[in-house]
Nanobody, 115 residues
Framework: QVYLVESGGGLVQAGGSLRLSCAAS????????MNWHRQAPGKQRELVAT???????NLADDVKGRFSVSRDNARNRVFLQMNSLKPEDTAVYYC?????????WGRGTQVTVSS
């Protein structure tokens, strides 16, 4: 079984920073692409960031230049560094991967950015 557990969310003021972490188990982590998604209240889930097994990254246009994604394969962790946070970044953030024909999701961590 694949398990993903997010942590690091919280309440911050606009302009502040948070680093989210996702711990993975049940997979050979280093060979899998990992993704971060978010879902704001009343809105659809949005893909925010992707990092491949080789370390190639992609970021959504609305977070590019403010967020970065990285991974620590020795610790089976993927991170989302969020800087210059805006109120519109408020959402539940989820990590996700695709493994042997199925999608796997963490439970999510709440990020709230106040104005």
């Amino acid at each position: 079984q694949v398990y993903l557990v997010e942590s690091g969310g919280g309440l911050v003021q606009a302009g502040g920073s948070l680093r989210l972490s996702c711990a993975a188990s049940g997979i050979n982590f280093k060979i899998y692409t990992m993704n971060w998604h978010r879902q704001a209240p009343g809105k659809q889930r949005e893909l925010v960031a992707t990092i491949t097994s080789s370390g190639s990254t992609n970021l959504a246009d609305d977070v590019k230049g403010r967020f970065s994604v990285s991974r620590d394969n020795a610790r089976n962790r993927v991170f989302l560094q969020m800087n210059s946070l805006k109120p519109e970044d408020t959402a539940v953030y989820y990590c996700q991967t695709h493994h042997r024909g199925s999608d796997f999701w963490g439970r999510g961590t709440q990020v709230t950015v106040s104005s």
